[in-house]
């Protein structure tokens, strides 16, 4: 499918606006400088919503990477594939104004304001192609895509970066919630040095803010960190076998 921008109504490109202005005042003393750095180099403003053609020009130039239009959630299988062939599922749709505060699953902003400026990051787009490689080798594993989707939740999704100024937030989950911003920067939660094993280990949940964040310190950590990943989920399999 692809994005058809002229089918946008008046209300979706107001509910747009009052997400990015409502999120975006609190990001530069909480997100990662590489987030703020890529909302720029795409131009994502609270005046439009991204039109992706134009933001694929872009992404293409900087890391090869471009926004691939889905209807919604898409199986696993397809959003590995996709990843791992440098495509970033992301759905067309705006919440209705109604919607503002929850959603079921995840709309628009999420996938684009949130995940897309960090496809301007090498390190971190080289990370995510990785992991999505080996969601395509074990995609007929349950329990291997159940682990390996501990790792993209605790980074991807809900993970935290030690930079110059502090704790800072990359992950796209934290980055599309104003509330779970200020918690996961709070005291309230458990905050982990990022710890491979620690995450295999780590069960989550996806109805309630989280308990428990992981702190990289560089994009490059997270990238070097691949050959751990495939080694201790294949370890994993194993002793499963054993016991079964």
């Known amino acids: 499918m692809k994005q058809n921008y002229e089918n946008y109504t008046a209300e979706d490109q107001q509910v747009w606006k009052i997400l990015f202005d409502r999120q975006f005042p609190a990001l530069p003393k909480a997100a990662t400088k ?11 403003t609270g005046e439009a919503i991204p039109n992706f053609e134009e933001t694929n020009k872009i992404l293409r130039e900087l890391t090869g990477w471009e926004i691939y239009a ?38 628009m902003f999420h996938d684009v304001f949130a995940h897309i400026p960090l496809l301007t990051n090498q390190a971190f787009v080289d990370f995510l192609q990785a992991i999505s490689k080996f969601g395509q080798e074990w995609i007929d594993d349950e329990w291997a895509i159940h682990l390996l989707s501990r790792i993209y939740w605790f980074t991807i999704e809900f993970g935290l970066i030690r930079e110059e100024e502090g704790l800072r937030i990359y992950g796209a989950g934290i980055l599309s919630s104003s509330g779970e911003t200020k918690f996961s920067l709070s005291d309230e939660p458990n905050h982990f040095e990022y710890d491979v094993d620690k995450i295999l280990d780590t069960p989550y949940r996806k109805d309630k803010m989280q308990e428990n964040y992981f702190i990289i310190d560089s994009y490059e950590q997270l990238y070097e960190s691949i050959p751990e990943i495939k080694s201790k989920i294949e370890q994993k399999l194993k002793e499963r076998e054993t016991v079964a």
């Open 34 to 44: 590489e987030f703020l750095t890529g909302l720029e180099k795409i131009d994502f």
């Open 70 to 107: 889905v209807p919604g959630i898409v199986e696993d299988s397809l959003f590995f594939d996709l990843m791992a062939n440098k495509k970033f599922p992301a759905t067309t749709w705006v919440r209705k104004m109604s919607e503002l505060d929850y959603l079921e699953e995840p709309d």
